[in-house]
């Protein structure tokens, strides 16, 4: 059934395997101190026990090409989970977003690459485009031009850029890189710059609204475990700390926050859960239901993510403590792919609600 | 046990049923009498109580394939209270002859049944109500006052809370009963509500006899039986099955096409920030039914509730904000003792007015969210003040 919004037993395992993984091989210590340090593209460690070890960088890629053939609904479980631990790990540009833009092309070979985990790749379009891209000009097998803030191009083998006449490929180091300081520093964002690169064509232009859909909706995923590790840190944090001779968590005016906050987050869970399986049924509704999954996991996100700092009070304002990790990666996250406002924009004109008489 | 009711075996039932029960011609009544007797009313109950003892999950079967033959339905509506409250409690811990005596008149509509909860003195808190149940040889006499309750004026039955021993703790002093409606001592007076009509009532009761064999569960296990209800009551407000733009998003989505004169920019933001979230909700419903079916009930049943409440509000104080003076004409101020409760009918005003109720019937929102922050989160309790001392000695 297409509408199935239940885990499956198979789902669920999955689920624990890799949030076993990342409890020891991604705690927020390390994270930290990857956004200390300052510099990396990604912790090259960690992508390899996701990507190759657990075998999780093909789930989308068709199994005659070395992958595991479009598992939409596992690789949402893989994508919340990497949002539980915010890990730096390009998974949803590579693994989900440029997979699925040259998943609709014919490159087996490129495609065999990525599933192993050897190769990443990023669409060469800013964060938070959410529409039609700027087009490069391309022509006798180079690409000249700039795109300003793509996430996860920094250590991408293969970037995938959107020309005039279609998508076309161009190596990573042949572009020139400039690492931007960004608010969410987990998922880095660069500067290219191409000039007089080689570039070859590997899709139509069709496969970046694609593309752009399916990274609305696994993004939700990710927001969805963004925010419930901040309402279980949080509820964690409320139980313990004693103020006036009780537990804060014991006082009405949190509880009641704390409570709509897991109303909206249990809603983001269907929702996202929806949005997921229609993808994987083939996508009659998608493009509404990736426009609401962005709406309310960025939403979700965002507000589990100022809660989590608001209440852990002092503590939670300090750089020692992982909750401005979660907010930084929140506010982004709802920024890219389009922001919540956005999608309202564009659901106004899908579900036949538009601003303007027609 | 495993369930040996199969998707193809019921429906092979449900042809054989309608082959031998012609909807047509079988008159109301004994259509829905067979029906509950063939087991194919609520098809999760035991064989001999209107079911087959199968999954949940096949409800639908069942209800597609009656609409689709155009069988005469048991008007859920109108006995939401039987249906939703009174028959999974009486399942849940009646006799075996109480559940033959209730849960076929109660689904085939013959006998409506109300909910004798709330008091004066006990909304909220209802563990503290008042309402005395004296023990006299094989009976109970009953004395005390109910209010705020729905459908009493053509209710046959209720389900009841009273106090068999003051001197307890408030939650361990309360058994549960099942109240004969037409028995001398209970008086039903109208209790007008905002929207001008009468919905819900007062109910006095003076010396009113219930004989012990109407007593569900133990003697001072009210509390526990109570539960049962409650948790279904939750789940059955606003929990319903809809299409998008299903319930009052679609009276919304509708008034906006229809007149776009009226439309602003800050508006278009208010419709599609709760077309957005009312889908959330209606999703989430659709969650928690496939949840109920695979027979693992999770907590997210509460949410339902909850958002229903702000939504509706919200939503019908938007149409009201987008149709202007025109949304003000109301169709009657008329004290009317409607007997199906309705959210979404009449005008603008109606829905507007009848939605503040959505917060406080059922459970307070700010109830439900000490609910969530406790029982599902495991956040700690407010200090008490209550619990352990005798009822009779708590302020009042
Ligand atoms: C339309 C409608 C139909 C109804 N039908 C029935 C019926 O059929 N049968 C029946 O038995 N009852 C019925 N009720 C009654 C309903 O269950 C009660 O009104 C409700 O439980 C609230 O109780 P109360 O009115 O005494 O308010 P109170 O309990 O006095 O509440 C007053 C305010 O205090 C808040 N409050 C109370 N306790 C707390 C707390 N611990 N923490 C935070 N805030 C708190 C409440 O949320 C509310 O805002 C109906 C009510 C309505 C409006």
């Given amino acids: ?358 | 046990m495993a369930s040996l009711i199969t998707e193809a075996s019921l429906r092979s039932r449900i042809s054989e049923f309608l082959a031998a029960h012609d909807p047509a011609s079988a008159g109301r009544l004994a259509f829905l009498r067979a029906r509950f007797d063939a087991g194919l009313a609520w098809v999760h109950f035991p064989e001999g109580l209107g079911g087959l003892g199968a999954g949940r999950a096949l409800q639908p079967v069942v209800d597609e394939a009656f609409a689709a033959a155009g069988a005469p339905d048991n008007r859920p509506g109108r006995i939401g209270i039987g249906l939703g409250m009174a028959a999974p409690t009486v399942l849940a811990h009646g006799t075996p002859e109480q559940r033959a005596r209730w849960l076929r008149p109660l689904w085939t509509g013959e006998e409506v049944w109300c909910q004798l909860f709330s008091e004066p003195g006990a909304g909220s808190d209802l563990a503290g109500l008042g309402t005395r149940a004296r023990r006299d040889g094989d009976d109970w006499v009953l004395d005390g006052q109910k209010v705020w309750t729905s459908m009493a004026h053509v209710a046959r039955w209720a389900i009841l809370l009273a106090r068999h021993d003051p001197s307890l703790p408030k939650h361990a002093g309360l058994t549960y009963f099942v109240l004969d409606m037409t028995a001398p001592g209970v008086e039903v007076r109208p209790l007008r509500q905002l929207t001008g009509e009468a919905e819900f009532n007062e109910v006095y009761l003076t010396g009113v006899r219930i004989p012990d064999e109407h007593r569900l569960g133990e003697v001072g296990e009210g509390w526990k039986v109570a539960q049962t209800t409650l948790m279904n009551e939750r789940v059955s407000i606003g929990g319903g099955a809809l299409p998008r733009e299903g319930g009052m998003i679609g009276v919304l989505a509708k008034a906006w096409r229809d007149n776009p004169a009226r439309r602003t920019p800050g508006l278009h933001d208010t419709v599609m920030r709760l077309w957005v979230r009312a889908e959330a909700a209606r999703l989430t419903g659709l969650r928690v039914r496939q949840q109920l079916a695979a027979g693992a009930p999770g907590p997210d049943g509460s949410a339902v509730k909850l958002s229903f409440a702000t939504l509706n509000q919200q939503i019908s104080a938007a149409e009201l904000d987008l149709l202007g003076d025109e949304g003000l004409r109301r169709d009657s101020w008329a004290m009317g003792r409607p007997e199906e409760v309705d959210f979404t009918g009449r005008d603008p005003g109606y829905r507007y007015l009848r939605a503040k109720g959505n917060s406080i019937e059922g459970g307070t929102s700010e109830v439900l969210r000490n609910i969530i922050a406790e029982r599902v989160l495991g956040l700690p309790a407010e200090p008490r003040v209550d619990t352990r001392v005798p009822w009779k000695d708590l302020p009042r």
Wanted: net charge negative; charged share 20%.
């Fill in chain 1, 1 to 358: 059934m297409s509408d199935e919004l239940l885990e499956s037993a198979d789902e669920r395992e999955l689920r624990s395997g890799v949030r076993e993984m990342l409890s020891a091989e991604c705690p927020w210590q390390s994270v930290l101190a990857f956004v200390s340090g300052g510099g990396d593209a990604f912790d090259p460690k960690l992508w390899r026990t996701v990507a190759t070890g657990m075998g999780l960088a093909g789930l989308l890629v068709p199994e005659a090409q070395g992958g595991s053939g479009a598992q939409w609904r596992a690789a949402a479980v893989v994508v919340e989970e990497l949002g539980r631990a915010v890990a730096p790990v390009p998974y949803l540009s590579s693994a989900v977003v440029a997979t699925t833009a040259l998943g609709l092309g014919e490159e087996p070979s490129l495609l065999g690459r990525l599933a192993s985990g050897e190769l990443t790749a990023a669409l060469a379009v800013p964060y938070g485009l959410w529409s039609a891209p700027r087009l490069l000009p391309v022509s006798a097998g180079v690409v000249n031009g700039t795109v300003r803030g793509v996430a996860d191009a920094l250590g991408a083998g293969l970037l995938l850029v959107p020309c005039e006449d279609g998508l076309y490929a161009v190596d990573g180091a042949a572009a020139r890189r400039t690492r931007v300081m960004s608010l969410d520093e987990t998922r880095p964002l660069c500067d290219l710059e191409f000039t007089a690169a080689p570039a070859r064509l590997v899709a139509s232009l069709s496969a970046v609204p694609c593309a752009l859909r399916v990274a609305a909706t696994l993004m939700a995923a990710e927001q969805v475990g963004l925010a419930s590790w901040c309402l279980d840190t949080t509820v964690a944090h409320l139980r313990s700390r004693l103020q006036f001779g009780r537990p804060v968590g014991s006082f009405q005016a949190l509880k009641h926050r704390l409570a709509d906050l897991w109303v909206e987050l249990t809603q983001a869970r269907s929702v996202v859960a929806y949005a997921v399986a229609d993808l994987a049924s083939g996508g009659d509704d998608a493009s509404v239901a990736a426009s609401l999954a962005k709406i309310v996991g960025s939403e979700v996100a965002v507000r589990a993510a100022e809660e989590c700092v608001q209440m852990h009070g002092g503590i939670g304002f300090t750089w020692e403590h992982p909750a401005h990790l979660y907010l930084k990666r929140a506010k982004a996250t709802s920024v890219a792919y389009g922001s919540p406002d956005r999608h309202r924009a564009r659901l106004a004109t899908l579900v036949d609600l538009p601003l303007e008489a027609s």
